[in-house]
């Protein structure tokens, strides 16, 4: 019996030291780099303080990683052809952030933490800066070896249909809670006018704008993007707490506030709309609380996906091109 407990105490002890290929697990780099964690933070934390509109590029940068070939860091790859340079990743914003850490990280434990994790870790503490949620990031990521542009047409665009978005998202494994979840990091998004115009002036081609939204909210929209004005210009996707991470996008969606048409259109759906109804319940009571508990779960679960681990992959020296 003494023989038996020792032998299952010994693979007890080889689970904990060696875990299964393909998982993740909380605290992966506690003996290898037992300060990166902490070195992302602060260099998240530096960065917000300049502009805290970063912290939405952050989190838009690791959900769009994660939906192309998984969360692999291979959004971070420069290149003519690499899939940053996709239509729908254009404009994207914060891999600044993500070499600055990288570069300290390089610094104290040399080919040890992988750019993705960087990525998943930044996107947490973004959320955090701006009064969200926060949770453990399971880590352990390994970066991936190939970025395409001509991979990234199944990123869900601000023209998709409910039924489209969620056709999307259960093909990389998330249901209609996960879509209305994660969709709510609108709270501290911006868009550009290019990409909602088309509601205000001409939607369908009928001369008329998109009859979703709010007759008071139209005039705001149409006063921040002209007709023919700059197509650049940055909008709040939250016209209430555009900082604050928060419920009122929710809110937002409900009332007919929503920028987005994609987003808009999460209230005409039956199933969205009554995930959307609980969100919007109140600013920080208990459907607040309930969104925020939502998120961090619905995080994890997209920061899993598709991910490469073990022997499988590579760990960056420079994010922005392979080894």
């Not at 697990?25 to 290898?32: H, K, L, N, P, V």
């Not at 939405?56 to 940068?61: N, Y």
């Not at 192309?68 to 899939?83: K, M």
């Not at 999307?168 to 709270?187: E, I, N, Y």
Request: charged share 20%; glycine share 8%; proline share 4%.
């Amino acid at each position: 019996m003494e023989a038996i407990t020792s032998w299952l105490f010994f693979l007890v002890c080889l689970m904990v030291v060696f875990p299964a290929k393909g998982q993740l697990e909380t605290g992966f780099y506690s003996s290898s780099c037992p300060k990166a964690e902490a070195i992302i933070r602060s260099t998240v934390q530096s960065h917000f303080d300049k502009d805290p509109t970063i912290a939405a590029g952050l989190l838009r940068l690791h959900f769009h990683d994660c939906f192309v070939q998984g969360c692999d860091g291979s959004i971070l790859i420069s290149g003519s052809s690499a899939e940053r340079n996709a239509l729908p990743n254009l404009g994207l914003r914060g891999f600044e952030v993500i070499d600055d850490a990288k570069t300290q990280l390089e610094a104290l434990c040399p080919g040890v933490v992988s750019c993705a994790d960087i990525l998943a870790l930044a996107a947490r503490d973004a959320v955090d800066l701006s009064d969200g949620p926060s949770w453990s990031v399971p880590t352990g990521r390994r970066d991936g070896r190939a970025s395409l542009s001509s991979q990234a047409s199944n990123l869900p665009s601000p023209l998709d249909s409910v039924a489209v978005q969620r056709q999307k998202f259960a093909a990389k494994g998330l249901d209609d809670r996960d879509l209305v979840t994660l969709v709510g990091a609108h709270s501290i998004g911006q868009t550009d006018c290019i990409f909602f115009r088309y509601r205000l002036f001409n939607f369908t081609a009928t001369g008329n704008s998109d009859p979703t939204i709010n007759p008071s909210f139209l005039p705001q929209l149409q006063a921040l993007c002209p007709q023919n004005g700059d197509g650049s210009k940055r909008v709040a996707l939250d016209k209430d707490s555009q900082s604050k991470f928060d419920v009122s996008f929710f809110k937002n969606v409900r009332d007919g506030n929503a920028v987005l048409e994609s987003d808009q259109r999460l209230w005409g759906d039956a199933a969205t709309h009554s995930i959307v109804e609980k969100y919007a319940g109140n600013i920080r009571g208990v459907f607040g609380l309930r969104f925020d508990f939502e998120f961090r779960k619905a995080m994890i679960k997209m920061s899993s996906i598709e991910v490469k681990t073990g022997s499988q992959g590579e760990i960056r020296k420079i994010c922005s091109k392979f080894n």
